[in-house]
């Protein structure tokens, strides 16, 4: 689970790595016979029984810096990737973080170049950037069921995956999800509903090193229940 890639010297949230640490990291999968992918091609695998080698690799918000930052890095390295963008913020900015750098999100153009880079795969973050658990009925519809809409119509192919923002989801929101069309939800740590609608992450950042690296791919399948590729 990534965010922004750019200037770490003001991260208070620390969602943001070096395209340096970026480039090191990637590399590192690389070098330990690992493939980053989209989630949507690692699920496919994982169905087939399939995709040991492969690893999902996300991206949450839509930052600008996806396609002039990330992007040269993952073709670089023959990676895929899931980027999770904000439909209702088109070519604003992280509004919803109360600290630290406004950080611009890609506009339409910048969607749709990312949409057309093979093995980038586009799913929603919702509208706006909201909590979910805490919106009602019509806000709920709105962040999912619409945000899938807008989405397809920008860049005119299917939107299958969702990613809750701020890691929160409870049933009625997984539920929602699925309602709406998508075929998986990402979370982000382990819980009750792990599974397709909520598939537990590892956060990736400009701390971690090769050794934290090793670490969190060895100790990942100590923290989650394993994971039916369809339901």
């Not at 992280?94 to 950080?103: I, L």
């Not at 956060?203 to 090769?210: F, I």
Request: aromatic share 6%.
């Amino acid at each position: 689970m990534y965010h922004s890639v750019g200037d770490c010297s003001d991260d208070p949230y620390r969602v943001t790595v070096s395209p340096e640490r970026l480039d090191r990291q990637l590399g590192w999968l690389r070098r330990h016979g690992l493939r980053g992918v989209c989630v949507r091609d690692l699920l496919a695998a994982r169905a087939r029984g399939q995709g040991r080698d492969l690893v999902g690799l996300t991206f949450d918000d839509g930052y600008a810096d996806f396609v002039e930052a990330a992007l040269p890095l993952l073709r670089h390295h023959g990676f895929g990737a899931t980027l999770f963008v904000l439909p209702g913020r088109l070519g604003g900015d992280n509004a919803w973080d109360p600290r630290g750098p406004r950080k611009p999100l890609l506009d339409e153009r910048g969607i749709r170049t990312a949409a057309a880079c093979e093995g980038v795969e586009v799913g929603s973050h919702g509208l706006t950037h909201v909590d979910l658990t805490k919106a009602d009925d019509t806000v709920l519809h709105a962040e999912v069921a619409k945000s899938r809409a807008v989405l397809s119509e920008l860049i005119g192919a299917h939107v299958d995956g969702f990613c809750y923002p701020y890691g929160t989801v409870d049933r009625r929101v997984a539920d929602a999800v699925r309602d709406a069309g998508y075929g998986y939800g990402c979370a982000i740590d382990p819980g009750p509903l792990t599974g397709p609608y909520a598939l537990p992450r590892l956060h990736v950042g400009e701390r971690d090193t090769s050794v934290r690296l090793f670490l969190k791919h060895k100790l990942h399948r100590l923290r989650r229940r394993p994971v039916e590729a369809v339901r």
